[in-house]
């Protein structure tokens, strides 16, 4: 591949950019809806679960601490191999139709970043002071008042987990494959659509698409950085 070829292809991913080109548009509202509808049921999950152990002492919880920190590195093929497993039509999960939609893909990518989640609001709100807890409780705060407190306290690891859960998500390539297949109009997204078009030669959509990826993901850890500078 040579560099005329590269300049070709660059020159073609600006043009079908600045031309708002279709497949493009399409491509991408389609990563951003799969993305938030994940970090949006991961936090269903996660925000309370990570609240209950750091405000509770239970039997297993350094265990538990210590199963979702391992987790956060599970290879996403892995992880795709076994939902797969579970949403195909023979599977366990097979009613639920989930394989090869969007919907699947969103549940997939909700369970791989989950364990990230839980790990940095659990690291976050532990942070901060138990003596804060503490006196929370001792002005006469129920439980959930004082859990609220303390994650208002926290709210910019809160914040820096729940973007970088949706970074993961949104850049995430081995569960889309797996769970949505890379239809086109259907489940394809960013990253199966750049990992196709790279395989095709289609370097100008490639670029395209990549140029936007990366444009999402930089643009959220400026607006975090923004916030824990603000905080500071």
Known sequence: MGWQTIVAGLAEAFRLIISLDKTVLEITVRSLYTAILATLLASIVGLPLSIFI??????????LKFFFNSMVGIPTVTLGLFLYSLFSRSGPLGTLSLLYTVRGVSVGQAILILPIMVTFIVSAIE?????????VRTL???????????????YSGVSLALVSSFNRA???LGIA??????ISGITRVLTTAIALETSKGELGLSFALSFILL???LALNYFINWLQGGSS
Do not use: C, H, W
């Open 140 to 154: 006469g705060a129920s439980e959930y008042e004082t859990s609220i407190a303390v994650v208002r306290e926290a």
């Open 177 to 182: 494959t797996m769970l949505g297949a890379n």
């Open 170 to 172: 949104f850049a995430e």
């Open 127 to 135: 942070s901060k002071d138990q003596e804060l807890r503490d006196l």
């Open 215 to 217: 444009f999402v993901v």
């Open 54 to 63: 750091t405000m509770k002492e239970f039997p297993g919880k350094r265990g």
